[in-house]
């Protein structure tokens, strides 16, 4: 199937010309696939395409694609919410999270990290639409929580990811995004150091990029859509 292929080279050109629309250097955007509920064969059409960071949103799913796919380099990132009881099983086999949103996650995720792994690299999850529905801390703590969060061990903080109500319109799509980078130039201003964005998908993530964003989360754009 070379869809996955195309719509692969679709969506990194599209990344490209923003990175030159809004003049941010070229290569500074990652992607992201959002990989959830697809089969790891879709996973391993799009490795040989060229996509090596593959994002999970449920353990037991992830785990039995890791299986499968063993014999490849993915980098894998959690990033969905994080319950209590899967933590020890996200800290054994994720390069990256991206939905810590409170300190007991972390530091279940800081004790559970494999002594012999490199360290957890983890974003905040930050609640930038006050959606009650929504994960994500509220920006009000955050700062505690990035402080406390920096100083576990056998985590590395980068940044911050959010997941914004979604809304029309390039520049009201911007919003939360520029709100984000706000956080994170604060965070940074603080001393910590913080170099990730996690921010836009399939629908707004031109708007995130416009707005600072390092790592892009696609799936649909990706995959098509869900199975």
Same mark, same amino acid.
């Given at each position: 199937?070379?869809?996955?292929?195309?719509?692969?080279?679709?969506?990194?050109?599209?990344?490209?010309?923003?990175?030159?629309?809004?003049?941010?250097?070229?290569?500074?955007?990652?992607?992201?696939?959002?990989?959830?509920?697809?089969?790891?064969?879709?996973?391993?059409?799009?490795?040989?395409?060229?996509?090596?960071?593959?994002?999970?949103?449920?353990?037991?799913?992830?785990?039995?694609?890791?299986?499968? %796919?063993? @014999? !490849? $380099?993915?980098?894998?990132?959690?990033?969905?919410?994080? =319950?209590?009881?899967?933590?020890?099983? #996200?800290?054994?086999?994720?390069?990256?999270?991206?939905?810590?949103?409170?300190?007991?996650?972390?530091?279940?995720?800081?004790?559970?990290?494999?002594?012999?792994?490199?360290?957890?690299?983890?974003?905040?999850?930050?609640?930038?639409?006050?959606?009650?529905?929504?994960?994500?801390?509220?920006?009000?703590? %955050?700062? @505690? !929580? $990035?402080?406390?969060?920096?100083?576990?061990?056998?985590? =590395?903080?980068?940044?911050?990811?959010? #997941?914004?109500?979604?809304?029309?319109?390039?520049?009201?799509?911007?919003?939360?995004?520029?709100?984000?980078?706000?956080?994170?130039?604060?965070?940074?201003?603080?001393?910590?150091?913080?170099?990730?964005?996690?921010?836009?998908?399939?629908?707004?993530?031109?708007?995130?990029?416009?707005?600072?964003?390092? %790592?892009?989360? !696609?799936?649909?754009?990706?995959?098509?859509?869900?199975?």
């Amino acid at each position: 199937m070379p869809e996955i292929q195309d719509r692969l080279q679709q969506i990194l050109a599209r990344i490209a010309k923003s990175e030159q629309q809004f003049m941010r250097p070229h290569g500074s955007v990652g992607l992201v696939a959002v990989s959830k509920t697809q089969p790891a064969e879709a996973l391993a059409r799009a490795f040989v395409a060229g996509q090596k960071r593959f994002g999970e949103s449920y353990v037991q799913e992830a785990l039995e694609k890791m299986e499968a %796919l063993q @014999d !490849l $380099a993915i980098e894998w990132h959690f990033i969905g919410p994080i =319950q209590s009881n899967k933590t020890r099983a #996200i800290a054994g086999h994720f390069a990256w999270v991206h939905s810590v949103d409170r300190l007991k996650i972390a530091q279940r995720l800081s004790e559970q990290r494999p002594d012999n792994m490199p360290a957890l690299q983890v974003l905040i999850q930050v609640n930038t639409s006050a959606e009650t529905s929504k994960s994500g801390c509220d920006p009000q703590e %955050l700062p @505690d !929580l $990035a402080e406390a969060v920096s100083s576990l061990p056998r985590l =590395q903080l980068r940044g911050l990811m959010t #997941i914004p109500a979604p809304c029309e319109g390039f520049e009201q799509q911007r919003v939360p995004f520029r709100a984000l980078h706000g956080y994170l130039q604060q965070l940074q201003a603080r001393g910590l150091a913080l170099d990730t964005l996690s921010m836009g998908m399939s629908d707004d993530f031109e708007a995130a990029i416009a707005e600072g964003a390092t %790592l892009v989360r !696609l799936g649909s754009a990706l995959f098509g859509p869900r199975q």
